[in-house]
């Protein structure tokens, strides 16, 4: 009997990182600031398949309205670290929100 409650992870990044999560059997959209509401509208039509998301951290500075329609429909979502990212902007998120949970820095590496 198939499992019709069965919920898959939702993975929107840039290609390479798409492409690898799709391989471990995850939906993935490759993320393209200059198709933003093509992003919007699919996560809003299938929002009901996705258990959870991560979203890569282009996404987290560029998507700012892909991060809010996550929250809104309640997909809880984590960011993808980039290490080839010069920023790190996930590492920096990362780091804290650990110090927020814990009351401490943690080194990230």
């Given at each position: 009997?198939?499992?019709?409650?069965?919920?898959?992870?939702?993975?929107?990044?840039?290609?390479?990182?798409?492409?690898?999560?799709?391989m471990a059997g995850a939906k993935g959209l490759v993320f393209d600031p200059q198709k933003i509401r093509e992003t919007f509208n699919d996560i809003k039509a299938h929002s009901m398949d996705y258990k959870a998301a991560l979203i890569g951290e282009s996404v987290y500075e560029?998507?700012?309205?892909?991060?809010?329609l996550?929250?809104?429909l309640?997909?809880?979502w984590i960011m993808l670290l980039d290490q080839s990212n010069d920023e790190k902007i996930g590492y920096?998120?990362?780091?804290?929100?650990?110090e927020k949970?814990?009351?401490m820095s943690l080194a990230i590496h």
């Open positions: 009997m198939e499992n019709t409650n069965k919920k898959n992870l939702l993975v929107i990044a840039e290609e390479r990182s798409v492409l690898i999560w799709e560029k998507g700012t309205q892909i991060v809010r996550l929250n809104d309640e997909i809880p920096k998120e990362l780091q804290r929100l650990s949970a814990i009351g």
